[in-house]
């Protein structure tokens, strides 16, 4: 993370004293770096510029407003999965010709809002669904543009709580289904299948299964014949949450892809959200207590599972590091963990981890994607602020949530 980093024994972000931004920004809250996201994004591009795709934000890593424009200034669509997210997007200004809604459960009232605000692309991810997007548009005497995603039955080897790719996983359509159904598809006059969507999972880091994705796609457009507008690819880029984790090798994957739709004449999607996000943002939490257990301490944070929900939903690990460093251990184990009545409300334990007191702030780090957007106001905490450094300034981008609105509620 090159913007967060310590200058001498301080935690900064961008040009911006981590430990000052905690002080008067209260804790618990989300700090991110501007000029990480824009070159995470920028990188990206750079390495699929052969293909020239469009790049869709995957909005559920991070939906937050100014981020979403910051993206969309930049040139990037967005891959929404509910209609909340798709008036996000379209509010923070992103076009709607550069918009894919993806999602299983679409319900008819989002349909006709997608259909109503004319984005590029709705990915189906049943029959059903397809026949009601017809049933729409017929009223409206108008033709959509659909896409169909495929489970293309492949593991991304990835955990289990994130994959998406294989058969008993509840999103998209078979092989075999799609198959059967695409005779059906030519019947539905309102509709029109431009594009086919895959998407295997998330946090992957090898290139070997999207490999696989190519082959199977490749196959079956050339069994049935297509001629599409556009294939998405989706995303699930992975990134270094441990010195363990080697990312996917995005140049060689993107020399895979050339070479497939160099066959196609069509447009590709891609639909990062991790990759972009990830690793430009901090949660920093105060220590409010240290306490003595049986056989390791407990230090006990001002966060909880419910403003950062990664751990104990995927078992995820994300380095705490602190603000400010000593050179001086605490012998033995210590464990991280958050105040809300639940046993899963911790977020790492450590062996010899530098000395650290009570009112001291530490900082989850890697937490942009997948942190705010999954925060809850589990035991009746409000959401806490969300605050977005640019060099030597910081603003909020979303405050701390009202209590007494929220109780009021």
């Known amino acids: 993370m090159p913007n967060i980093r310590y200058v001498s024994k301080n935690l900064f972000i961008e040009k911006l004293s981590v430990s000052n931004i905690g002080k008067k920004g209260g804790t618990p809250l989300y700090i991110y770096s501007e000029n ?91 029959e059903s669904e397809a026949k009601i997007i017809n049933k729409i548009a017929k009223k409206s005497n108008k033709k959509v543009s659909i896409g169909f995603r495929l489970n293309p039955d492949i593991d991304a080897k990835t955990h289990k709580k994130i994959s998406t790719g294989k058969a008993n996983n509840k999103f998209g359509i078979s092989i075999k289904n799609f198959y059967f159904f ?18 295997i999972g998330s946090q992957i880091l ?21 001629n599409l507008k556009h294939i998405d690819l989706g995303g699930g880029f992975g990134i270094n949450y441990s010195k363990k984790d080697k990312p996917i090798n995005l140049k060689r994957y993107s020399n895979l892809v050339h070479s497939f739709s ?89 062996k010899n981890y530098q000395k650290i007191s009570e009112n001291d702030f530490v900082a989850i780090a890697n937490v942009g994607a997948y942190g705010a957007s999954l925060s809850s106001n589990y035991n009746t905490r409000p959401l806490i602020p969300e605050i977005l450094v640019n060099k030597n300034k910081f603003k909020f981008i ?9 109780i009021s509620a």
């Not at 695409?182 to 998407?199: G, M, P, R, T, W």
């Not at 995927?314 to 705490?320: F, K, L, R």
Request: charged share 25%; proline share 3%; glycine share 6%.
């Open 262 to 350: 160099k066959k196609l004449n069509c447009k590709i999607i891609f639909e990062p959200g991790r990759s972009i996000v990830g690793n430009a943002g901090i949660l920093v939490s105060k220590i409010q207590y240290i306490k003595n257990g049986a056989n390791k301490k407990f230090v006990i944070l001002d966060a909880g599972m419910n403003d950062f929900m990664r751990p104990a939903l995927y078992d995820a690990q994300h380095d705490i590091i602190p603000v400010i460093k000593t050179t001086k251990k605490i012998k033995g184990i210590i464990e991280f963990v958050g105040p809300i009545c639940e046993s899963t409300c911790k977020f790492g334990k450590y």
């Open 182 to 199: 695409f005779k059906e598809i030519k019947k539905l006059k309102n509709i029109k299948l431009d594009a086919l969507s895959v998407h």
């Open 36 to 126: 990480q996201i824009k070159e995470n994004y920028i990188k990206f591009v750079n390495t699929f510029k052969k293909i020239k795709p469009l790049v869709c934000f995957a909005a559920k890593s991070n939906s937050n407003l100014s981020i979403l424009r910051s993206l969309g200034k930049l040139g990037a669509g967005a891959d929404v999965v509910s209609v909340g997210e798709l008036l996000k997007a379209l509010k923070a200004g992103i076009k709607a010709n550069k918009i894919v809604f993806s999602g299983v459960g679409k319900t008819e009232e989002e349909l006709k809002i997608a259909i109503n605000k004319k984005i590029l692309l709705i990915n189906c991810e049943s």
């Open 206 to 226: 090898t290139d070997v299964p999207y490999k696989k994705v190519l082959t199977v796609l490749s196959k079956l457009i050339k069994n049935l014949d297509l």
């Open 398 to 406: 979303r405050k701390k949530q009202n209590l007494l609105k929220l």
